[in-house]
């Protein structure tokens, strides 16, 4: 089993920053990679952006390249998500998920971040 505790959201103005980050404990030898996946109100739950955790090999969706940037610190078991540039349809509860090699996912509790003026 693995658990995942999200942190970092909250309110911000439109160009703003925020830093989340998700620590995972328990068996986490047995996760390969981390996401941070986002749903807005009345949408589908998206992902936003991802990364292995042995190569660091990251992706992200078209829409927050070049602004959000996703890290991992495995000394830790900690993945953050910094997010740069933010703008109103940033808006959503952002979800940090682990997926496991014997095909297991994981999900954290959510946090909310909001973009407004």
């Known amino acids: 089993q693995v658990q995942l505790v999200e942190s970092g959201g909250g309110l911000v103005q439109p160009g703003g920053s925020l830093r989340l980050s998700c620590a995972a404990s328990g068996v986490t030898s047995s996760i390969y990679r981390m996401s941070w996946y986002r749903q807005a109100p009345g949408k589908e739950r998206e992902l936003v952006a991802g990364?292995?955790?042995?190569?660091?090999?990251?992706n992200y969706a078209d829409s927050v390249k070049g602004r959000f940037t996703i890290s991992r610190d495995n000394a830790k078991d900690t993945v953050n998500l910094q997010m740069d540039s933010l703008r109103p349809e940033d808006t959503a509860v952002y979800y940090c998920?682990?997926?496991?090699?014997?095909?297991?996912?994981?999900w954290g509790q959510g946090t909310q971040v909001t973009v407004s003026s």
């Open positions: 990364i292995t955790m042995t190569y660091g090999t990251t």
């Open positions: 998920n682990a997926a496991s090699n014997y095909g297991w996912g994981y």
